[in-house]
């Protein structure tokens, strides 16, 4: 009798390597490789002969990267093993399953006495199933009750009215399996594993809740993207050393949240009954009235010696505004809250912070270059002394870079599958069909509340987003209008300002003065907004009457002063036009110096920074801005389309002017009289006779009785009782003698209401300004 033995099969070290290598040092493709490729290997004895690899593993000469990966997968294969072997042993009947807990009825066919031998066996058996099977569809029942109950959906809204037509206005926090892992526990008084609570809801290719999020964005080039990078690595410096005396304060408004829909996402799967999916909305029109929400993001951020904090505030847009004089009222709410005071104050003085740095986006209610935004942190700047507002901007396209737009992405996954309707309090339209905005106002409110209920406390990194209502800005707002006024009006729209409303035309000018004398004028102005106190005795700052400190005081121990912004400059040591460097692809573009380095005045390490570069070369431009030379190239070509379309528009306006010019020079209109000499035509000139009019009371001249013949016309041009209304009567000049600086546009004027002429304030003394007043000729 022959038999057949299995050959012994070796595998050496420098051949485990080879497969190792080419299996990506993977177990599972290892174990593969193993069946194919060794000849006497199968799935019998694969199992030995991976133990004696992994025996051998160490003298093969890995590194630690390849046996990390080893490691990984390997465990994941084990895990896998054991799933298997469990399957076989159920199949070959070892171990009961759900699928054979009962008995089946071909088992009862033999049977002739089921209280006896076997029969006994299998009515036993049957009592346990039904036993086990009762007990899981008690629990099953549970939890689908408790998913049920926490599902608000758009079906439940409309077909139960669980919260429209009673005065409930919360709703329950999203399902996930940890809540109920928690209601069942609670609910049996023991201990439920995670990994029990899913296979309890027949889970598949379920994902935990990650610490981070990834965002994908389609970046612009844009030529500052390099500057303003080395920029925040330089704040990152001086700002995130220590927080003992700084507020650091990332602000965003999230995406608006669409009231009567209901946002879904792949990425962020609902808990839900497998039967009853919540049902979901997609509007194919717009409401003509506003019924979306929006949150404003404030992000504390972390520093060396402070954890991080995250805050929402939400705002509907039937009742909050979207500009600076909101934002200024939010954050004033958001530092009274009693869980944010840590921020706010010195832990060391136990006395409000006096340094605040602020990173917002470049949007038009937020970015620092705007003159209504830099009001508002220059109200904040007075109002909260602080010796220090820094406002700072991304380059455009760079703003997904700031911390806080991670906090948005967390808000964002809290409130996917939530549906909110704008009609809680009934249609926000009458009868009629008009918006009723009082009912607008109230339903937008209770939609936020029913937003915060649902998404408050949701989870962002290490720490969870406090959620607050926006807060009332109704001052805020009536101020903003005569800001506008006072920044952007008109020479008499201002005057009508300080007139009617004197006392918010005196605090503006003043927190203007402020701000024009604290401004840090050396910094670009695009993407940075720095005040600092002057500690000048004629400022009203709080901080300057106090008197300048004895100490400079700086940024952190040992570093630079708070008047010191680490302005980017290029490291001399870079090599420019290196295909060596190793931070760059082919051409190196040169670098920025590091921020250690950036501890000399901005007036220091940029003095070069203003100078006009000649395009001698791409290459030697390319080197002083610390580009590529074709993103130069390209930028170039930009620059110089700009340039011509410049000149054009500049040919058309002179174009433009000349004509104005030679239509004031006309021929007589018929019948016009000269308001001077009372005559038709010239008395002085044979030709025709050339006419003029004044811009202000509209009555034509002749030119050679107001002018002489060979003198040009201005564009605009006022006779001489006009002339002497745009005078003050009392010192005969536009500008008053004193008391005011040259070029100051904002000077106040009053007008006698009988002879109509006007008076600088200051040239008659101060005036008790009511509704009428009289000149002393007049008096």
Known sequence: ???????????????????????????????????????????????????????????????????????????????????????????????????????????????????????????????????????????????????????????????????????????????????????????????????????????????????????????????????????????????????TDKIILNRDDLSVFRLDSMATSNKCASVCLKDKVPLATKSDYQQKYPCTLQTTSYNFTASHDEGELCVGVVKGAAIHNKNAAQHAADLKMVESQDMLQAKFTNRVTSKPKDIECIRVDSGGDEAPCFEEVQFWWAKRHLERPTRVQLVTSRHSGGSNLNRVELQNGYEVKARTNLFIPSTLNGMNCDQSGKIDNDRLRKNTSDAIDVYISRVDQAPCGETVINLFKGADSQSYQSLSGHVRTFLNGSKKEKVALALEHPEEYKQIKMIWDIRNAHLNTSVPTRYIFHLVCCYQKNCLHPICKDGKPDHNICWYDGGPTIETIPLPAADPDSPFGSTTCNACDKICSDHYLPPESLVKSPEEINKNSEKI?????????????????????????????????????????????????????????????????????????????????????????????VSDASTDIEEIWYCNACWQKSICQACFQAAPLEGTDEGDEDIPWVACDNCQNWYHIACVGPVNVSKKWLCTTCT
């Open 613 to 705: 570069f000649e395009e001698k070369s791409c290459q030697e431009l390319a080197k002083k801005v610390l580009l590529k030379p074709s993103e130069v190239l390209c930028w170039l070509e930009h620059l110089r389309s700009v340039k011509e379309h410049r000149k054009e528009g500049a040919r058309k306006a002179a174009e433009t002017q000349r004509q104005k010019r030679r239509d004031k020079e006309t021929v007589r209109p018929r019948n016009q009289v000269c308001a001077k000499c009372q005559q038709e035509s010239d008395r002085e000139s044979a030709t025709a006779t050339l006419w003029i009019f004044c811009d202000e009371c509209k009555k034509m001249f002749h030119k050679s009785c």
């Open 1 to 243: 009798m022959e038999v057949e033995h299995t050959p012994k099969v070796e595998i050496k070290h420098q051949f485990s390597k080879e497969l190792l290598v080419k299996s990506q040092f993977n177990w599972f493709a290892l174990s593969e490789l193993l069946i194919t490729d060794v000849v006497g290997v199968n799935k019998n004895n694969l199992k030995k002969h991976l133990s004696g690899l992994l025996q051998n593993i160490g003298e093969l000469g890995l590194n630690e990267r390849e046996l990390y990966l080893i490691t990984q997968s390997k465990d994941a294969y084990d895990k896998q093993e054991k799933v298997n072997e469990k399957v076989m042993e159920i199949a070959e009947g070892s171990i009961l399953s759900d699928d054979n807990e009962s008995t089946q009825p071909v088992d009862w066919c033999n049977i002739t006495d089921p209280l006896c031998g076997e029969g006994k066996e299998l009515l036993a058996k049957k009592i346990k199933s039904i036993r086990r099977k009762k007990k899981r569809d008690l629990k099953r029942k549970e939890i689908e009750k408790f998913v049920e109950e926490l599902g608000v959906g758009a079906d439940a809204w409309r077909r139960t009215g669980v919260l429209t037509f009673d005065d409930n206005r919360k709703v329950n926090k999203k399902v996930t399996f940890n809540r109920i892992k928690e209601h069942v526990e609670v609910k049996y008084g023991g201990k439920f594993s995670y990994g029990s609570i899913v296979q309890l809801c027949v889970a598949r290719n379920y994902k935990g809740i990650a610490k981070i999020t990834c965002r994908r964005f389609d970046l612009k080039f844009n030529p500052d993207s390099h500057w303003s990078s080395a920029l925040y690595r330089g704040l990152n410096h001086i700002q995130y050393s220590t927080t």
